[in-house]
């Protein structure tokens, strides 16, 4: 069961892919998000 579980989570995360924001796994957007959000918050602190 245990197993089961963790096969689980591991293709929800990381293999399903979710086409309204392009066809990229959740683990991926998430990379992507937090990406643009430290460049965003890196441009605010030159530009200040």
């Known amino acids: 069961m245990e ?3 963790l096969q ?5 995360n990381l293999v ?3 086409t309204p924001i ?3 796994p959740p683990a991926e957007a998430e990379a ?5 959000l430290a460049n ?5 602190e030159v530009s200040t």
């Open 8 to 12: 689980w989570v591991h293709w929800f």
């Open 3 to 5: 197993l089961a579980t």
């Open 32 to 36: 992507n998000y937090w990406g643009q």
């Open 40 to 44: 965003s918050n890196t441009s605010e």
């Open 22 to 24: 392009g066809g990229i």
């Open 16 to 18: 399903r892919l979710l």
